[in-house]
């Protein structure tokens, strides 16, 4: 292996200035696995520990090979002596060598060696038709790296030990597709699960590290049981990091799809200093997931193979206030507050009202709800939300409104729960009423009733509870995001809705479309800000004056929303806009990534050709797609804007972060491939009027992939600029024309004799002369 990276080095090194370094172990031993019919089952025990512990004690670039594998391989090999190991957990030492080398005269390889390699095959949970989602991109993903902090396996019969590692590891895969990760290896005891691939959801961070404590918790109870018959305590310990990755099938024979980069490295490191059951994130997680958790700050950890410390915070629980995301004062929403207030004024009056407030992910429907009720000192609120990874789970919105209506969190033992709601239910108590609610809370009690007397009684119930504490002061409830109801609780809240009218109650909604609310309600649209207002919250937000350039450029690619303008704020570095914030791709991708595969290869093609773009020559790129329905459905998910039907049907990206987004997740290589279509596209679609087409086909064929058509282009789009006087655009199209010649003398002595010519214009007469000499030697 090292051989071959050599080889390969040579060559990375030259094209991108990069060498591969490889460490690693290898050991001999006994090993479990379920054999070849099982699924991805990981191959474990103490020999693939010692493996993994000597690949990262390893130098760079070197072998080294526990004591068994020594004893066995020292005829052909040379070996000498490396420091001892440990394995996490275990006091004694092992032997560790290094490989020096082949030994002379034997052929290497000649005898088998049964060597236990690591990590299984990665798992594939999409469906085919979801195929397209395969295809390679980069995105930002959430990395998972659970791993045991005390090996088991020097401590516990091969039997045993597979026995309580099995309930590890159908533990660990459990929480992770509760949140919607994947599992993509197993690597000796540790799993390395991806949230936010192939598919894309908006909060992956937050699942991630739901997961993460969702797995502890199940450790623990596991455990109580697994202490008592073995003696020995499944305990984790998990690392969490959000970032950039290549994401896609790997090259070869078995189709696995995984994700690769540093942002998949590091989860690890963290992981491997993260104390026993606790969960540390990097700090790009902590930014995108903030709100969801209470954090505690650790000292900045050393990591192996980082220069830098890295920061990290230790989760401690996930937040439970209701809107923890509140940054400066509220702008402008007068006339919506008055409604709500008003709505509100009738309700305590007796005329019970809803009012559902829709709007586009970060428009600030929160943050009005929000402002509304600390207006309201005396109300008695009670405010639920729907999580987007319960969408499927039946009652889950239904369930965390009888835990705010009756004051239960989800920590809470069985008892506690119970006497919550008996507290509270007290004399209209229905039978059985107490168990189904402790049933729908999702503890292990059974009611009696079959699904539509459940149904029917949980209706009976809320609206008991609705008319009961309406009567004592006015009530508002709040449920957030209908948009993620799973069905069940979307019918149950629908007929409860019924009771609203006569009762001294707001019931107020809030989701990204009007129709998530079913049932009658006056809709409160919000809109965007309006530049005026955008641009105080600018001000508001950022923590140093921003200049107006900067500013006017944070409006136009934020179109006045405020979660996007806080997020491009935060992200400012020294006063200039950095790339697309982290939180904003991943609620992104998650909007494209949830398209159909015609719609979003439109996207992708659009994001190519730019903000704007034609109908005609996205069909152009995209030859295979019956592009018109396409745009339709981007128009309806509001991604994109139809902006003008003649001369040319044209299309605009509803954000300038969407196409962003769009272009960023295409890989470099496919990206350079399309600009290259879209070059030929407009040179063929516009033939006879190619010259107002200059810059346009100069702007993709530089970004292209094909030489001589860039170079061409660059020379002609640089000639124009010159014969218009714009004499800087002329010198970019010329230089970057040369950097496209290296083929081509004659491309290259035309460019530095027009570079010469506009030194000349330029009064720059000893550098015109120095092109012109340079021009001369090129032909
Ligand atoms: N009018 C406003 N003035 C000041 N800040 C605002 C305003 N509206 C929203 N914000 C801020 O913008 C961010 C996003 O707002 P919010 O969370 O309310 O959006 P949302 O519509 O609820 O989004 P989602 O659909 O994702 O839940 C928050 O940090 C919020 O404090
Ligand atoms: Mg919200």
């Known amino acids: 292996m090292l051989d071959a990276l050599a080889a390969r080095n040579e060559d990375l090194d030259r094209k991108y200035g990069v060498r591969l370094k490889l460490r690693i172990g290898v050991n001999t031993g006994e090993v479990i696995w379920s054999g070849p019919t099982g699924k991805a089952e990981p191959t474990v025990g103490r020999t693939v520990s010692i493996a993994q512990r000597l690949e990262s004690t390893a130098a760079p670039n070197t072998v080294h090979a526990g004591d068994s594998t020594y004893r066995a391989a020292r005829r052909k090999f040379e070996f000498k002596a490396a420091p001892l190991i440990t394995i996490t957990g275990a006091d004694d030492l092992e032997r ?363 209706i009976a119930l809320l609206r008991q509870v609705i008319r009961d504490r309406g009567r004592e002061r006015p009530l508002v409830v709040v449920i957030e995001d209908l948009h993620w109801t799973d069905p069940t609780s979307a019918e149950v809240l629908t007929e409860v809705a019924g009771v609203v009218p006569a009762e001294r109650c707001l019931l107020l909604s809030t989701a990204r479309d009007a129709a998530a609310a079913r049932w009658p309600a006056d809709a409160i649209a919000l809109e965007a800000l309006d530049s005026r207002a955008a641009e105080q919250l600018i001000d508001r937000v950022a923590a140093a004056p921003i200049d107006p350039a900067t500013r006017a450029l944070i409006l136009e690619r934020t179109a006045g929303n405020p979660f996007f303008i806080e997020e491009v704020v935060r992200s400012l570095k020294d006063g200039a806009v950095a790339s697309v914030p982290a939180t904003v791709q991943d609620l992104l991708e998650a909007r494209l990534d949830a398209l159909e595969s015609s719609p979003r290869r439109v996207a992708h093609a659009g994001a190519v050709i730019g903000r704007t773009f034609w109908e005609r020559v996205v069909a152009r790129v995209t030859p295979d797609l019956d592009v018109a329905p396409a745009l339709g459905t981007l128009t309806a998910e509001r991604l994109v804007n139809e902006t003008a039907r003649t001369p040319e049907h044209t299309y605009s990206f509803a954000h300038a972060l969407v196409q962003e987004v769009a272009y960023r997740t295409q890989l470099m290589t496919n990206r350079r491939r399309t600009h290259v279509t879209v070059g030929d596209a407009y040179a063929s679609l516009f033939e006879e009027r190619v010259d107002e087409f200059v810059d346009t086909l100069a702007f993709h064929y530089r970004r292209g992939d094909d030489d001589p058509k860039a170079r061409t282009w660059l020379l002609r789009a640089g000639h124009r600029a010159q014969q218009l006087y714009a004499n800087a655009e002329a010198v970019d199209y010329f230089s970057a024309a040369i950097e496209r010649s290296a083929e081509d003398p004659a491309a290259r002595a035309d460019a530095q004799e027009a570079l010469g010519d506009v030194a000349g214009v330029l009064g720059r007469y000893d550098e015109a002369l120095d092109r012109y000499a340079a021009a001369a030697t090129a032909v």
């Open 96 to 458: 560790a060598y290094e490989l020096v080398g082949a030994k002379r005269g034997v052929g290497a390889g000649s005898e088998r060696l049964e060597v236990p390699v690591a990590g299984g095959g990665a798992s594939l949970q999409v469906g085919a038709e979801r195929a397209y989602l395969l295809e390679e991109q980069r995105k930002v993903v959430t990395v998972l790296f659970a791993d045991l902090a005390e090996p088991l396996a020097d401590r516990l019969q091969t039997e045993v030990l597979q026995r309580v590692l099995g309930s590890y590891f159908s533990a660990v895969s459990a929480e992770i597709a509760r949140f919607g990760g994947t599992i993509d290896k197993y690597v000796g005891d540790a799993v390395m699960a991806v949230f936010g691939a192939p598919v894309s959801h908006e909060d992956d961070a937050a699942r991630a590290i739901h997961a993460a404590l969702g797995i502890h918790a199940a450790l623990r109870k596991e455990s109580d049981a697994i202490e008592r018959r073995f003696g020995v305590r499944l305990v984790a310990h998990i690392g969490v990091n959000t970032g950039e990755v290549v994401a896609g099938l790997l090259p070869g024979e078995v189709a696995a799809y995984t994700v690769t980069g540093d942002t998949v490295n590091t989860a690890q490191r963290i992981e491997s200093v993260t104390p026993r059951e606790q969960t540390y994130v990097s700090a790009t997680t902590y930014a995108v997931a903030r709100h969801a958790f209470v954090y505690e700050t650790v000292p900045e950890l050393t990591l192996k193979g980082k220069s830098a410390p890295v920061a990290a915070f230790r989760v401690i629980a996930p937040e439970r206030r209701a809107s923890p995301r509140a940054g400066a004062t509220l702008i402008g929403r007068d006339a919506e507050l008055a409604r709500l207030y008003a709505a509100f004024r009738a309700a305590a009056a007796g005329t019970g009202t809803a009012v559902h407030v829709h709007g586009e992910a970060g428009v600030g429907k929160t943050r009005l709800v929000t402002d509304f009720l600390s207006g309201l000192p005396t109300a008695q609120r009670v405010r639920a939300r729907a999580n987007s990874y319960e969408e499927a789970t039946p009652y889950a919105l239904v369930a965390e409104l009888v835990r705010r209506m009756f004051g239960i969190s989800p920590a809470d033992t069985e008892d506690a729960a119970r006497a919550a709601l008996a507290g509270r239910l007290g004399r209209t108590t229905a039978d059985g009423a107490t168990a189904l609610l402790l049933e729908i809370l999702g503890y292990a009690v059974v009611s009696q009733l079959d699904p539509e007397g459940k149904r029917r009684l949980v």
